[in-house]
């Protein structure tokens, strides 16, 4: 079944409502029948909501080259006297009541963007609407007429084509408004298409510079030369009538299609793409034209380059993909107990200020304090980074300053050489991170009382020194001192890390020395602290 022989107007009323405002599709056998049209002037929401049936209609062929963006999916009714233009409406009329009216009245301005995007402008495109006109379709003189305005300035200067319905003899005019000025250019038949008031119809407008072609469902209309030169901004449009007697149409599934161009920058000069066209910007970088003239960058595959186990990958500012190690943690919790960045548990209870990483970059210490009325063990009160010639302090309670001046969180730094300092509270945490050209550097964890974790990005394997060990896969040279001796002395090895600057804090007696390598008694980080130690036949206290 074609439905070639369906009576299409015997059809027109009765049909169940549609409350979602879709398309609706009567015969599902071949998917060719669909609602014309919004509620009906009688019922607008009621039983008799009009439904039209017709068969599918042929579109324009779009050139390759054309990118189509959509919005307005359902229909649209608007009220061009008290609605400003542009506006979003549902079920709002346009209506010509007063003589004050103007003989032209434009629906949802510039509606073919959707919201929050715009198209770059372009005197090549192509239009299309769904329109219908409603009330007043079965009076022939007075109707309000639909149709389309195109190549629009302003309110007040664009050309136009509407179509009068049920007048096959004088089906359209072509014309434009200059100011205060109407000008009707032409009028012509419509023949191999009925536009007659209980049906919608889909107009495509085509524009290149002033030459402008007109089809509707597809069927050619009108070639022609426009007032004004092409410009992708296009609307709905109503010819009020006779006699200004109230009018209603109804719009919906606006289209533009137009070549899209994209600008990139490449070594400092700016480069124009076609959409979907690609260009090298970086020695592995390579960045295409989107919709909307978006330009999209992404790093090169490089399957050449393969990571080992313990490796991963990552980019370097060419875009280029490399293997590091696998970041490593750092943690210090309790009273206090270090596990290492490689994996070694060690316990020093100093009550000074220390050094935990030491790299190239950055600096992390802590200081200590005693609680609990015990001199024999210390907690961390603070943590300090020294990065780029300041001290970052997050203090116990998670107070944070900088250079000993109170900031407030959430904060953040853009440096000019690409890396940035982050600050946030996140739960029971205070996150700070140093970053480079989205690189993760360095993240600390402190939570605000006795626990920090530090993880390193692989680029510092190798390069590290402090409470928190040399980190290189060696666990015999964990407890490396200051001065670069190495030792199973852990009050020796802790003291070396003390800040040079920290003259006057207590250091207290000798504690015992323990040396314990996790591979030896099976503990992991994701133990707890007493449990590791009674993993590795340790005392309960230190």
Same mark, same amino acid.
């Given at each position: 079944m074609d439905g070639s022989d369906f009576n299409f107007k015997s059809y027109a009323r009765g049909q169940p409502n549609n409350y979602k405002n879709e398309d609706y599709t009567i015969l599902r056998d071949n998917g060719a029948w669909y609602d014309s049209g919004p509620p009906r002037r009688d019922h607008p929401f009621g039983p008799q909501h009009g439904y039209i049936c017709k068969r599918k209609r042929v579109e324009v062929e779009i050139p390759e080259e054309f990118s189509c963006f959509e919005n307005m999916r359902y229909w649209d009714v608007h009220d061009c006297q008290?609605?400003?233009?542009? #506006?979003?409406?549902?079920?709002? #009329?346009?209506?010509?009541?007063?003589? =004050?009216?103007?003989?032209?009245?434009? %629906? %949802?301005?510039?509606? #073919?963007?959707?919201?929050?995007?715009?198209?770059?402008?372009?005197?090549?495109?192509?239009? !299309?609407?769904?329109?219908?006109?409603?009330?007043?379709?079965m009076n022939s003189n007075d109707r309000g007429h639909v149709g389309v305005a195109f190549n629009i300035r302003d309110e007040n200067h664009y050309d136009f084509i509407y179509f009068r319905v049920n007048t096959p003899k004088h089906c359209y005019s072509t014309g434009y408004k200059d100011g205060a000025t109407v000008q009707i250019t032409s009028t012509g038949s419509c023949s191999d298409v009925s536009i007659d008031g209980q049906d919608d119809v889909i107009i495509h407008v085509i524009v290149k510079g002033h030459n402008v072609q007109i089809k509707a469902d597809g069927v050619f209309i009108k070639s022609y030369t426009s007032r004004f030169s092409g410009l992708n901004r296009a609307a709905a449009l109503t010819r009020n009538g006779k006699y200004f007697k109230g009018n209603t149409v109804g719009f919906k599934n606006t289209m533009v299609c137009?070549?899209?161009?994209?600008? /990139?920058?490449?070594?400092?000069? =700016?480069?124009?793409?076609?959409? !979907?066209?690609?260009?090298? #910007?970086?020695?592995?970088? =390579?960045c295409s034209c989107k919709k909307f003239g978006q330009v999209e960058c992404k790093c090169d595959e490089q399957a050449d380059v393969v990571c080992r186990a313990g490796e991963i990958a990552t980019y370097d !500012?060419?875009?280029?993909?490399?293997?590091?190690?696998?970041?490593?943690?750092?943690?210090?919790?309790?009273?206090?107990?270090?596990?290492?960045?490689?994996?070694?548990? &060690? &316990?020093?209870?100093? /009550?000074? !200020?220390?050094?935990?990483?030491?790299?190239?970059?950055?600096?992390?210490? &802590?200081?200590?304090? /005693?609680? &609990?009325?015990?001199? %024999?063990?210390?907690?961390?009160?603070?943590?300090?980074i020294w990065f780029k010639d300041s001290e970052y302090s997050i203090r116990k309670g998670h107070i944070f300053s900088i250079d000993e001046i109170q900031k407030v969180v959430p904060y953040r730094k853009v440096f000019p050489d690409g890396y940035t300092v982050d600050v946030r509270r996140i739960g029971s945490q205070t996150y700070f991170k140093i970053r480079r050209e989205a690189s993760d550097l360095m993240t600390l964890k402190f939570d605000g009382n006795h626990r920090i974790e530090i993880e390193l990005e692989g680029v510092y394997k190798d390069t590290t020194q402090g409470l928190c060990g040399t980190w290189n896969g060696n666990k015999q040279d964990e407890y490396q001192t200051r001065e670069g001796a190495i030792t199973n002395d852990l009050n020796e090895f802790g003291n070396s890390w003390k800040e040079k600057d920290d003259e006057f804090c207590l250091i207290l007696p000798h504690l015992p020395t323990f040396v314990t390598i996790s591979q030896n008694?099976?503990?992991?980080?994701?133990?707890?602290?007493?449990s590791s130690m009674r993993q590795c036949s340790l005392p309960a206290t230190l």
């Open positions: 008290n609605s400003a233009l542009g #506006t979003w409406g549902t079920y709002k #009329t346009i209506t010509s009541g007063s003589e =004050t009216l103007p003989g032209l009245c434009i %629906a %949802a301005f510039n509606s #073919t963007l959707s919201r929050g995007k715009e198209l770059p402008e372009t005197n090549t495109y192509i239009f !299309k609407m769904t329109l219908e006109s409603l009330a007043g379709f137009q070549a899209v161009q994209c600008k /990139v920058q490449v070594e400092g000069k =700016t480069v124009e793409l076609d959409y !979907k066209d690609t260009i090298r #910007t970086k020695k592995c970088e =390579t !500012k060419e875009c280029c993909k490399k293997c590091i190690p696998k970041p490593a943690t750092c943690l210090i919790t309790g009273d206090p107990h270090y596990y290492t960045f490689d994996k070694i548990w &060690h &316990h020093f209870q100093g /009550v000074c !200020k220390y050094v935990l990483v030491k790299t190239a970059d950055f600096e992390v210490h &802590h200081g200590n304090e /005693v609680r &609990h009325g015990n001199p %024999a063990v210390t907690w961390t009160k603070e943590v300090m008694c099976g503990i992991s980080l994701g133990m707890s602290v007493r």
